[in-house]
């Protein structure tokens, strides 16, 4: 039987540094045959996950507190299962993005500035029940779709990292 899985709540274990509230998130990607392609062609499309925000129209990657008793990746991790209800293995780091939460502001920030630490998470599974399900749909799109839905302009900027980072994997032949 597999137990339910639940999201955190709460900001007791929530990391901070220098006033700004550390958030771990992901871009999660999967690759999908292209239709224009017999079974000859090996071009595959990029898709990347993307869902609704809980506070307005627009679309986010999954990503939230990084918590006390784990890594940053095993956050970033947790908030895609909890999220996006997608699991896969964590590819790359895509950098830091710094801004400012207009609806998460606390004692350890008091501006609401967030510092997240995004990656590249690779799907290898949609989950057909997961913690915030009731309150998000997800959306696969491809990257150019994905540039023109973003709600927030640090998560473009992410993309377009995570883009740039496609491009050299591929040059290398890290992806398949």
């Given at each position: 039987m597999?137990?339910?899985l639940?999201?955190?709540?709460g900001r007791q274990q929530q990391r901070y540094e220098h006033g700004y509230r550390l958030i771990a998130g992901c871009v999660p990607f999967r690759y999908k045959?292209?239709?224009d392609c017999a079974d000859s062609c090996s071009e595959k499309i990029v898709e990347v996950l993307m869902i609704s925000s809980t506070s307005g129209p627009g679309l986010l990657f999954p990503k939230g507190g990084w918590e006390n008793d784990e890594t940053v990746e095993?956050?970033?991790v947790r908030e895609a299962i909890e999220e996006a209800g997608v699991r896969g293995d964590l590819m790359d780091f895509l950098g830091y993005y710094e801004f400012k939460s207009k609806t998460l502001q606390d004692d350890c920030s008091p501006e609401g500035l967030?510092?997240?630490a995004m990656y590249a998470l690779f799907v290898k599974e949609e989950l057909e029940s997961w913690p915030e399900k009731s309150t998000r749909n997800r959306s696969w799109l491809t990257v150019s779709e994905a540039l023109g839905s973003c709600r927030h302009a640090w998560m473009r900027e992410a993309l377009q990292r995570f883009s740039k980072w496609l491009e050299e994997c591929k040059g290398g032949s890290r992806l398949n």
């Open positions: 597999m137990a339910k639940v999201a955190r709540t045959d292209s239709d095993e956050a970033a967030c510092k997240a």
